[in-house]
């Protein structure tokens, strides 16, 4: 259990850190929508929800240090995905297991299945009858839930919220750790016409439109990790066009 605490104490650091780098992109907007991410829990509120289920230790100790206000997370894999405090998780049962409205409890939910994130509608959840944190998650609105494995435990889950827009799932850090890089184009190089290719090719442009980017050289071609700056660096390195590569922060990044 102690490595686990270091593991999600390590990734709740790193969501610590990403919600900052978004605020700072705009300080304007959450000065006045502030979003803010408390890592001590109220010990009634954990209290709560530990009366009234029985939880896997690691995830209690999430909920202890988990405590989002007006947080949600976006990347290529979600859209708008909250994930829930423990002064949340109640409510966040409503619509899956009980229906507020009428007061009742939906019998085509699988009983042991408790929501601890969702993603407009999509619930990730965990089957309280194991007593790990093996995440499932279905699609809300196809008439039935037909739950499958999404994350193989609650660290892998927190990780993914961390992964960089555009980064294949073969990229993935396990850890959720990345460098990140820019690449410009600086001139032709060896091979103009090559230059140009690879203009047109990276912006989806005519040939006309390349020239044009091509002539107002420094041109921004690649904003990412480093696994993808390795491969356009490899591209441009191939066709001998001139470019510069320089590491970036993650707020440059975002």
Known sequence: MENVTKEIDAVLEKMQTALENIRE??????????MHLITEA???VIGNVADKWSLP?????????YVPESVSWSTDEYI?????????LAEGQWGY????????ALTDWPCDYLVIASD???????????GDTVIYTAE????????????????????????????????????????????????????????????????SCDFAQAKAYLEAVPLLVYKGT???AVKIEDQLKSIGADFERRKISLGEFL
């Open 140 to 203: 809300h609105g196809a008439g039935s839930w037909d739950f499958s494995v999404a994350y193989d435990n609650l660290v892998e889950f927190l990780h993914s919220v961390l992964v960089p827009r555009g980064l294949e799932e073969s990229e993935w850090d396990a850890d959720g750790t990345y460098d990140y890089y820019k690449i410009l184009l600086t001139g032709q190089g060896a091979d103009k016409i090559k230059t140009l290719l690879f203009i047109k090719k990276t912006f």
């Open 97 to 104: 297991n009980y229906n507020p409205v009428t007061d009742e």
């Open 57 to 65: 230790e690691e995830y209690v100790y999430f909920l202890k240090h």
């Open 226 to 228: 480093d696994l993808g």
């Open 25 to 34: 992109q705009d300080p304007d907007f959450y000065a006045k929508y502030p």
């Open 42 to 44: 109220e010990e009634p």
């Open 120 to 130: 407009e509608g999509d619930p990730y959840c965990i089957d309280l009858s194991r």
């Open 80 to 88: 708008n995905l909250a994930i829930y405090g423990a002064k949340d």
